[in-house]
Nanobody
Framework: QVQLVESGGGLVQSGGSLRLSCAAS????????MGWFRQAPGKEREFVAA????????YYAASVKGRFTISRDNAKNTVYLQMNSLKPEDTAEYYC?????????????????WGQGTQVTVSS
């Protein structure tokens, strides 16, 4: 069982930056791809970014491409989401997740393990 704990959320003004972190309990962390998703009130959970097991392949939702960067440090069992040029529409609960394998995937149902979420609020 993989346990994931997100941190780094908060309140930021439009145009600002935040870096989210997700720490994994599993020693096999380096064998999993990882992803970030978000869910705004009244909306479905949506894909934000994903990274494969060794970090040499990434993929982003069109809405965040060029502003967000996903990265990982396998020595620390941690994945990051650097968010720059934040917009009010980025306001949501952000979740990290792990699929049951090393390959980059983007659909919610491809992911088996989820963190508890961290709130990001961007004021205009």
């Amino acid at each position: 069982q993989v346990q994931l704990v997100e941190s780094g959320g908060g309140l930021v003004q439009s145009g600002g930056s935040l870096r989210l972190s997700c720490a994994a309990s599993e020693r096999a962390f380096s064998t999993y791809a990882m992803g970030w998703f978000r869910q705004a009130p009244g909306k479905e959970r949506e894909f934000v970014a994903a990274i494969n097991w060794n970090g040499d392949s990434t993929y982003y939702a069109a809405s965040v491409k060029g502003r967000f960067t996903i990265s990982r440090d396998n020595a620390k069992n941690t994945v990051y989401l650097q968010m720059n040029s934040l917009k009010p529409e980025d306001t949501a609960e952000y979740y990290c997740a792990a699929p049951h394998g090393p390959l980059l995937v983007t659909r919610v149902y491809d992911y088996d393990y989820w963190g508890q979420g961290t709130q990001v609020t961007v004021s205009s």
